[in-house]
């Protein structure tokens, strides 16, 4: 596989736009060689979906579109993160609050920690913010060429292999 592999995409800031950025997160990573239907596959489905929900509800229409970042280190690393442009920082509810919502970033972290990886929010140049997660990758026994000409498919949208 590729040394370094990345994929992006912009989405509205919509709730429609979630379950885009759920399906477009699988499928890259399915061609990049990780079935759809694998435990991790599922962790980083669900990853996917509340980063996204939070960047739909939390910008209080400030940002209107958010983008996904998919960035594949060396079959090592796996980097996902979900950038706005609203400048707060996200934080946490008191527990009261947490009751019907606000527990995002807490299913976030458990998952990360729960795969051996790590959460990071930053603040972006352009004023906003990134919220990623860096997982460990482990190679599936397909490799992801093989499975991608199995599909016939290419390298998907907004997808590119950097050397």
Same mark, same amino acid.
């Given at each position: 596989?590729?040394?370094?592999?990345?994929?992006?995409?912009?989405?509205?800031?919509?709730?429609?736009?979630?379950?885009a950025?759920?399906?477009y997160?699988?499928?890259?990573?399915?061609?990049?060689?990780?079935?759809s239907?694998?435990?991790?596959?599922?962790?980083?489905?669900?990853?996917?979906?509340?980063?996204?929900?939070? @960047? +739909? *509800?939390?910008?209080? %229409?400030q940002?209107?579109?958010?983008?996904?970042?998919?960035?594949?280190? /060396?079959?090592? $690393?796996?980097?996902?993160?979900?950038t706005?442009?609203?400048?707060?920082?996200?934080?946490?509810?008191?527990? @009261? +609050? *947490?009751?019907?919502? %606000?527990?995002?970033?807490v299913?976030?972290?458990?998952?990360?920690a729960? /795969?051996?990886? $790590?959460?990071?929010?930053?603040?972006?140049?352009e004023?906003?913010?990134?919220v990623?997660?860096?997982?460990?990758w482990?190679?599936?026994?397909?490799p992801?060429?093989?499975?991608?000409?199995?599909a016939?498919?290419?390298?998907?949208?907004?997808a590119?292999?950097?050397?």
């Amino acid at each position: 596989m590729a040394d370094h592999w990345e994929a992006s995409v912009t989405l509205p800031s919509d709730p429609a736009s979630v379950s885009a950025a759920r399906a477009y997160a699988v499928g890259i990573l399915a061609e990049w060689g990780l079935p759809s239907d694998s435990d991790i596959a599922d962790t980083v489905r669900l990853i996917v979906s509340e980063l996204a929900t939070n @960047a +739909v *509800q939390h910008t209080f %229409g400030q940002s209107p579109t958010f983008t996904v970042d998919i960035v594949l280190d /060396r079959d090592e $690393r796996l980097r996902i993160g979900v950038t706005d442009s609203h400048p707060r920082l996200p934080r946490r509810l008191p527990a @009261a +609050v *947490q009751q019907d919502n %606000g527990r995002g970033l807490v299913i976030i972290r458990w998952l990360t920690a729960e /795969r051996g990886g $790590r959460m990071t929010v930053r603040p972006v140049r352009e004023g906003g913010k990134t919220v990623s997660v860096e997982l460990p990758w482990t190679l599936p026994d397909r490799p992801a060429d093989t499975a991608r000409a199995e599909a016939g498919r290419p390298a998907g949208r907004g997808a590119r292999r950097v050397r």
